[in-house]
């Protein structure tokens, strides 16, 4: 159940003072190149929701010359599910795509911590999209877009101090996140791989001028790298919603709480 060859690394020692600005774009699109070339086997599996860091990724294992396939899921009206769908066929990439519903979600939400632990909507909510994932899967690695949205400012909470909550996201990244899916993954047997985190990456993209991350859109600096690289520019600034509301997750589970009259969080300790 592989992850990473240099993960868990530790990241505070990857601190440092610097703040860099200059010719940021091109340093910053060689090391996501390097990330991705050094983690795609010949075939992969792709999480795909048709946001920046996933279609970025699937651009790269192309420009690579390696073989993928693309997985969404989602209910049928979910934006994650029409934009993938969207940008796959414009760019005649192979997907796959699981439609969930209602009942589906019930299910999966047991399934999910049962083999996790974590009850919080938003870890269920990612974990439900990752476990539909790895069960349609028929390759061994799983590639995702986690630590995009660390390294790049790409959360509300980044509006303030970027630095400082970049960092505080990182630093809670393991325990938050990678052990969620790492579970997931280890139940299917299956790997997963992160490119953006990358220890190289990591180490760079934290000395870039914090401005630089933020502007009209989030995560603009990687946005610039994407199109430097070839992306078209309507893939590179699709605004995307995080997982457990692009492809309504989220609002499944509270529809399913308020049917018991709870909160989704009351609803979830009861499962």
Known sequence: MELNEDLPFALQELKSEENLSENVVDMLSHLLVDAV??????????????????????????????EFTLYTVGFA????????????????WSIKVRIIDLEDVEVLVKKVISITGKRDPVSVGVGCVMYCVLEMMQEQVLLTGLGSEELFAGYERHKGDV??????????????DITRDLSLAGHFGKEIRLPFMDKELISYAMKIDPA?????????????????????????????????????FDFALEK????????????????
């Open 37 to 66: 070339d050094k983690r795609v086997d010949d075939k992969v599996a792709i999480a795909f929701s048709g946001g920046v860091d996933s279609t970025l990724l699937a651009y790269l294992s192309e420009k690579l010359d390696r």
């Open 77 to 92: 009206d979910s934006k994650d599910v029409l934009a993938a769908q969207t940008v796959a066929d414009m760019m005649d």
């Open 163 to 176: 630095q400082a909550a970049c960092w505080d996201g990182l630093l809670h990244i393991w325990e938050r």
């Open 212 to 248: 630089l991350k933020v502007g009209p859109f989030k995560k603009e600096i990687l946005r610039k790298a994407a199109v430097n690289l070839g992306l078209r520019e309507e893939f590179a600034y699709r605004k995307k919603s995080a997982a457990q509301y692009g492809s309504k």
């Open 256 to 271: 399913l709480a308020k049917k018991k009259g709870l909160s989704k969080s009351e609803y979830l300790l009861q499962v």
